[in-house]
């Protein structure tokens, strides 16, 4: 659902790419409800573009995250997910120069995230043939897409496996999910033997 953009003017390794992409996937994931399968991690290299600040040439490395807004999720929540982003990047890539250092070192590439910026802009969409639910609908989004991934798991879809084994081991079905369930799964149960038995409508 969120889907975050690295924009790297420097060299980043795939080693480190995969480092900052799990990085990112297991912030947002753990700070709100998301499903690891739906958190989008992408990179751009922008070496070769010209780019500006305050109007003066100026590379620099950024990260973009387009999310879902809500009710539910506070500026504290998203100043934290930031501050967790730039601890992982600092982590994986380093913090950058001493500030008095990087005017008499241009040859040596800046390894500073320079801005960390995220945008509340996903009104609607879909994802992997899921409509996607609003910030602090994931618990009933799941509940209602339950049946169809793990019948997407059973045909041998490992991202959808993988997301039933996280739904079940984070708890994030809850419990008006497992209620819902066992009760569409009673309606069934009764619906088959009213059927075996010529009762009800099948009468």
Not at 28 to 51: A, C, I
Not at 146 to 163: I, S, V
Not at 165 to 193: D, I, M, T, W
Request: aromatic share 8%; with cysteine.
């Amino acid at each position: 659902m969120p889907l975050y953009e690295v924009q790297h003017y420097i060299t980043l390794t795939i080693s480190q790419k995969d480092e900052l992409a799990e990085a990112i996937t297991k912030i947002h994931s753990t700070k709100f409800t998301t499903p690891r399968m739906f958190v989008n991690v992408h990179f751009t290299d922008t070496s070769t573009l010209r780019t500006y600040v305050g109007g003066k040439p100026l590379q620099g490395n950024h990260i973009r995250g387009t999310v879902r807004n809500g009710p539910s999720r506070t500026s504290e929540d998203w100043n934290d997910l930031t501050s967790q982003i730039q601890s992982a990047w600092n982590s994986i890539i380093g913090p950058g120069l001493p500030k008095l250092r990087r005017s008499d070192t241009a040859a040596e590439p800046d390894t500073s995230l320079r801005s960390i910026i995220l945008c509340g802009e996903i009104l609607g969409g879909m994802e992997a043939g899921f409509f996607l639910p609003p910030a602090g609908g994931d618990g009933e989004w799941i509940a209602r897409n339950w049946e169809a991934f793990r019948a997407r798991a059973a045909q041998g879809e490992e991202e959808f496996g993988d997301l039933v084994k996280e739904v079940e081991a984070r708890g994030l079905l809850g419990k008006e999910g497992k209620e819902e369930r066992e009760e569409r799964e009673l309606k069934r149960e009764q619906a088959r033997l009213e059927e075996m038995m010529g009762w009800g409508e099948h009468a």
